[in-house]
T-cell receptor, first 116, second 113 residues
Framework: GAVVSQHPSRVICKSGTSVKIECRSL??????MFWYRQFPKKSLMLMAT?????????EQGVEKDKFLINHASLTLSTLTVTSAHPEDSSFYICSAKGTYDYNEQFFGPGTRLTVL | EDQVTQSPEALRLQEGESSSLNCSYT??????LFWYRQDPGKGPEFLFTLYSAGEEKEKERLKATLTKKESFLHITAPKPEDSATYLCAVQAGSGGSNYKLTFGKGTLLTVNP
């Protein structure tokens, strides 16, 4: 149980284009989903928290107009990187917290974004 | 501000050589301390949650313990497949935190056969 998927696993795009990453909870309903960014050999940095049906809460320093988050259902959240630039290249990971049981967050496998 | 410090940054062990990883934390009202395992190019895999000082949890060769200031992840007789980065994270109990986790930088464990 508690499986989270992400799609795509890898994406390469040109500078100036937008990229959408999907995060799905496969076997549970996720009231809250989180988006993280991870640089090589660095730890996870929380970008934003999204609750189903409401606006995402962004961490300080994260541009909400650049990283659009939508949590339209209890099993799906999307992150859209708008007008991507090479400095947006990174490993993006989502996590989900279910409506049941404690406080554990279960992570997706991550999406490697490369902006040329 | 919540802070999590993990040590050592990297640890090399021979197969069968037991050791411990440390996670020290500063948080206003600990709601939970979490251990995750992360393999290269993958998302973190949940291992344990600890909620109060004195609590211990075990899973196969891993045992996690918690005090009021730190947590240890003990690895008994490790195998090469235990090689990974081990991440520690804390969740604060302050209102409005919305369950967010603050992560340490991780310990890269390498177990040689």
């Amino acid at each position: 149980g508690a499986v989270v998927s992400q799609h795509p696993s890898r994406v390469i795009c040109k500078s100036g284009t937008s990229v959408k990453i999907e995060c799905r909870s496969l076997d549970f309903q996720a009231t809250t989903m989180f988006w993280y960014r991870q640089f090589p050999k660095k730890s996870l940095m929380l970008m934003a928290t999204s609750n189903e049906g409401s606006k995402a809460t962004y961490e300080q320093g994260v541009e909400k107009d650049k990283f659009l988050i939508n949590h339209a259902s209890l099993t799906l959240s999307t992150l859209t990187v708008t007008s991507a630039h090479p400095e947006d290249s990174s490993f993006y990971i989502c996590s989900a917290k279910g409506t049941y049981d404690y406080n554990e967050q279960f992570f997706g496998p991550g999406t490697r974004l490369t902006v040329l | 501000e919540d802070q999590v410090t993990q040590s050592p940054e990297a640890l090399r062990l021979q197969e069968g050589e037991s050791s411990s990883l440390n996670c020290s934390y500063t948080v206003s009202g600990l709601r939970g301390l979490f251990w995750y395992r992360q393999d290269p190019g993958k998302g973190p895999e949940f291992l344990f949650t600890l909620y109060s000082a004195g609590e211990e949890k075990e899973k196969e060769r891993l045992k996690a313990t918690l005090t009021k200031k730190e947590s240890f992840l003990h690895i008994t007789a490790p195998k090469p497949e235990d090689s990974a980065t081990y991440l520690c994270a804390v969740q604060a109990g302050s209102g409005g935190s919305n369950y967010k986790l603050t992560f340490g930088k991780g310990t890269l464990l390498t177990v040689n056969p």
